[in-house]
């Protein structure tokens, strides 16, 4: 078996359409080069120039990788950190670059082609309606309409913010040139302000000094919500319904459609440092952007908003609502100016940015709610439609009112996180009981239910678990009551595993007061993440569907349930195929058992941001769903570096949203028709999904020497000191099983194999060949979304994939590297040649010359990071660990290969 050609080898060619990429790629590698010269000095960049050739006639040459490695090696320790910033800021270059010419490809489109652009709103309302979809059937769908990206903490965000504002200005300089129409002094301020950039960037440390707090990583996502989102969201909208329109003729209220969640400051799994108290600083911080930005909105609005009553028309009620706020805050009112009198909008506008500040400061005068805000809006948005203000500041007027229907007064809603082990711990103190978590499910719910039957009065007094616990539950009802409903998202209970695992936060619930019109005002969300506990998921549902206290608790909630679905887990428990499987059967398992039992089920999709972790294109994996799973709605995590990605600028994030939306809405109102066939696929399907995740456990879980192998052929111990994240790596003592899915993915994708996304699938694409036949294995990779997906996604791993590189970290682990790299090396390469085989190519990516070219603009700079990696920790693990300059430069090549390999974890 040989490793087929693909981007591993070969020469960099651009396409005639992607001309101005490379002119962009070119400038900013020359402005890069330059900071280097000056900065370091003109030796680091003819060094850098020396690696960075090597490594290309490494890979166009498929030369051994040898020479690049002797090459490294003599890099000496005090200029590791400085070769490695280097090749770094190439990478951010490239990126940068490749992310505006996404922006530039699509104003091509729309310039030269008269259809609208593939996933977009209005191509997927064309399809739609040459579907049958009529008007009528949109607007019934639109109401239950539901897609929420759901932000996350988890430690693979390897970029501090100040080096993303520094990038975002680089971005914004580069869109401003993006069909080269500047004067050539345009061009020339605009380059100086790059490299402005460019050069503070390499003056900043590229890791913070300590570990970030929870505080921190609130700051950090409030950075996407409020600086990007509050700005797409409106944009959103309107293209929404421009599209509608411009498919049915017919314009469209749009009813709320999107929605933000947060897991910064509520993910309390694994993590000592979240609390009650995080969860009330994470909420007033949300609450304090929101308000901030708001009010800028109202400074805007002021001074547009100058219609004076001598010159137009004004409701009435708009006065009356100005001369209430005066009432109720004379001082304020006061301070208006008199020779605004005649502006009552702007007098208006006024008294509502003095509600907002006290809202913001908690006074009882401020706004209660977002809601009263949003009506104050609605009214003079009624108003200006009736006294011919269309073209008079309503347009802006209407932005402000989605922001405010979309973020509230909480920008995002918190969820909560909890390990289903800390609630057995906290119904122990509270019952007396230490044997509680050993006893059987059944006995579980039985007392369980018998406690929820006659609750204890609240209680006042607890210590230790019990009692943050219950002070968690308790900050949820204050938090409601101060914030708003919507601040507070789902309760997701980790390692979900029976009924009693529900039954226990409502009776903890009870317990702490956490009670509203006698009901627990949480969604409680089991969280399924290993293979067998997917598997065991509809017998769970099942049992709760059938307890009456808890259809009690559903009734109260709408008759709604969500499930979270653990991509990760599942995954590195039993292998990329069977994670798949289970998840694509659990999905069809429990829609079915929702529908039975008359509840609308809605799934919670945990992915993180490789494909070992569930990542990949959201747009596909929605088509490729089961049938009626996503009935409307999509709920998914958005994790790390995938946020820069997909929301670090305005018109990416924009784009993303709405193919996201458009592939709801298709897989909703008309997913794929069914196919006798499937029935056969899936049986095939489920057979290979046991042989590979036989062929994984074999090697991952059941080889005793494993654990050790997987410490020294992995920088695991150094991603384990990285200042990335507040979380720990592991959830408890123990070995692979104990280690969370983040840290484990990211090991195995800096050393270059990614094995988490593809060990044992080669073993079970051969299985498959050899039981049904190529043909039947092809057609199935052909004809089936799911199974495609898939199969995309492991080939999109291999290319990333440098087998000669990963053998140099094998080599790391001494007399075990012959015990395991020859059995990892067949398995990847029986991998490739089996993919090659069921689609019928003779290389890697043969379909996706843009992927294959972001992969070859990068290799040249990952690959000696790399290797210097590998000589790096061979002098540090010699050292016993302690050599701080070896760790530092060490922390700097993972952040580097990072950026390079794009994907952390």
């Known amino acids: 078996m040989n490793i087929p050609d693909g981007p591993l080898r070969e020469h960099l060619e651009f396409a005639e359409t992607d001309a101005l990429l490379r002119d962009d790629v070119r400038r900013l590698g020359t402005l890069v080069g330059e900071v280097l010269a000056e900065q370091g000095s003109p030796a680091l960049l003819e060094e850098v120039e020396r690696i960075r050739r090597a490594a290309i006639a490494r890979r166009e040459q498929g030369l051994p990788v040898d020479a690049l490695a002797g090459e490294m090696a003599r890099v000496p320790l005090e200029d590791a950190e400085l070769v490695v910033r280097a090749f770094s800021t190439y990478f951010s270059a490239i990126n940068v670059a490749e992310r505006v010419h996404r922006i530039r490809r699509r104003r ?91 050069t503070a960037a390499w003056q900043t440390s590229d890791t913070p000094a300590e570990k970030p707090t929870v505080a921190d990583e609130v700051e950090h996502v409030s950075y996407y919500l409020a600086t990007v989102l509050y700005r797409v969201v409106p944009v959103y909208y309107e293209a929404f319904a ?5 498919v049915y003729g017919r314009r469209i209220q749009l009813p709320q459609v999107l929605r933000f969640g947060t897991w910064v400051g509520g993910d309390m799994d694994g993590n000592p440092n979240v609390n009650a108290d995080t969860i009330r600083a994470a ?32 409701d009435p009620a708009v006065v009356a609502r100005t001369d209430e706020y005066i009432r109720l805050l004379p001082e304020a009112g006061a301070r208006l100016r008199p020779r605004l009198a005649d502006m009552p909008y702007r007098r208006l506008l006024d008294m509502m940015k003095v509600r907002l500040a006290l809202a913001g400061q908690g006074d009882a005068k401020g706004y209660a709610s977002a809601r009263e805000f949003i009506s104050d809006l609605e009214l003079i948005d009624a108003s200006l439609a009736a006294n011919r203000g269309e073209h008079a500041g309503r347009f802006a007027l209407q932005r402000v009112l989605w922001r405010a229907r979309t973020f509230g007064f909480h920008l995002a809603a918190l969820d909560l996180r909890q390990d289903s082990a800390v609630h057995d711990a906290a119904l122990a103190a509270l019952l007396g009981d230490e044997g509680w978590s050993a006893r059987e499910a059944g006995d579980r719910t039985a007392r369980l239910q018998a406690l929820l039957a006659s609750p204890p009065a609240a209680l006042s007094a607890a210590d230790g678990v019990l009692a943050s616990t219950l002070d968690v539950f308790r900050t949820v009802l204050d938090m409601r009551r101060s914030h708003g409903v919507e601040a507070i998202g789902l309760y997701i209970i980790s390692m979900s595993r029976s009924a009693a695992d529900a039954l226990a936060v409502l009776a903890l619930a009870r317990v702490a007061g956490c009670v509203e019109d006698g009901a627990v005002p949480l969604d409680i969300t089991p969280l399924f993440e290993t293979v067998d506990d997917l598997e065991a998921a509809a017998d769970v549902m099942r049992s709760l569907f059938e ?3 808890y259809r009690a608790h559903l009734a109260a909630r709408g008759n709604e349930q969500t499930v979270m679905l653990g991509y990760s887990d599942s995954a590195k428990d039993g292998g990329l195929f069977a994670s798949r499987w289970a998840l694509q059967s659990t999905q069809v ?18 992915r993180g941001g490789s494909v070992s972790r569930g990542g990949g294109k959201t747009e596909r994996a ?18 790390g570096e995938v946020i820069h990605r997909k929301y670090g600028i305005r018109a990416l994030a924009l784009r993303n949203l709405e193919q996201t939306t458009g592939a709801v809405l298709r897989a909703t109102l008309r997913p794929r028709p069914r196919d006798a066939r499937e029935v056969r696929w899936k049986e095939m399907t489920r057979h290979l999904a046991e042989e590979s995740r036989r062929h994984y456990r074999a090697l991952v879980h059941d080889h005793p020497d494993f654990p050790d192998y997987f410490r020294a052929a992995t920088p695991v111990d150094v991603i384990e000191r990285l200042q990335i994240g507040s979380r720990p790596s592991r959830r408890r003592d123990g070995g692979i099983a104990n280690l969370r899915a983040i840290p484990w993915v990211f090991a195995w994708s800096q050393n270059r194999s990614g094995l988490t996304g593809w060990y044992g699938i080669g073993h079970a694409l051969q299985a498959g060949v050899q039981a049904y036949g190529q043909e039947a294995m092809s057609e199935m990779a052909r004809e089936w979304p799911f199974f495609a997906a898939m199969l995309d996604d492991v080939e999109m791993l291999l290319a990333k994939s440098d087998l000669a590189i990963f053998e140099r970290y094998s080599q790391l ?38 992927l294959r070219l972001s992969i070859r603009l990068r290799n040249p700079y990952v690959d000696p990071l790399s290797l210097l990696q590998v000589d790096l920790l061979r002098r540090w693990r010699a050292g016993g660990r302690e050599d701080d300059d070896l760790l530092r430069a060490l922390v700097s090549t993972v952040n580097g290969i990072s950026a390079g390999v794009q994907n952390t974890g």
């Open 813 to 850: 682990a001494g007399p075990l590297h012959d015990v395991f790299y020859p059995r990892i090396a067949e398995e990847f390469l029986r991998t490739c040649d089996a993919i090659l085989l069921l689609k019928q190519r003779d290389r890697i990516l043969a379909d996706d010359y843009r």
């Open 547 to 549: 307890d009456p206290v």
């Open 283 to 314: 909420l007033h911080a949300q609450r304090a952007q929101a308000i901030a930005q708001y009010r800028a909105d109202l400074r805007a609005l002021s001074n547009m908003l100058t219609q004076s009553l001598g010159r137009v028309g004004v």
């Open 108 to 198: 091509d489109y729309e310039r030269i082609s008269d259809l609208p652009q593939p996933g977009g709103f209005e191509a997927v309302l064309r399809d739609l309606r040459e579907d049958g979809v009529t008007f009528e059937e949109l607007e019934a769908t639109l109401p239950r309409l539901w897609v929420e990206p759901v932000f996350t903490a988890h430690p693979t965000e390897a970029v501090r913010r100040v080096l993303l504002e520094k990038e975002r200005e680089i971005v914004e300089r580069l869109v401003e040139d993006i069909d080269r129409a500047r004067t050539p002094v345009e061009r020339r301020v605009g380059l100086e302000r790059i490299r402005l950039s460019l």
């Open 622 to 639: 929605i088509i490729a769903a089961p049938r009626g799973s996503v009935n409307g709605s999509l709920r998914v995590t958005e994790q």
């Open 242 to 246: 421009d599209a509608v329109e411009a």
């Open 589 to 606: 398992a429990l829609t079915a058992l929702a529908d039975r039992y008359g509840v609308r089920i809605m799934f919670f999709h945990g």
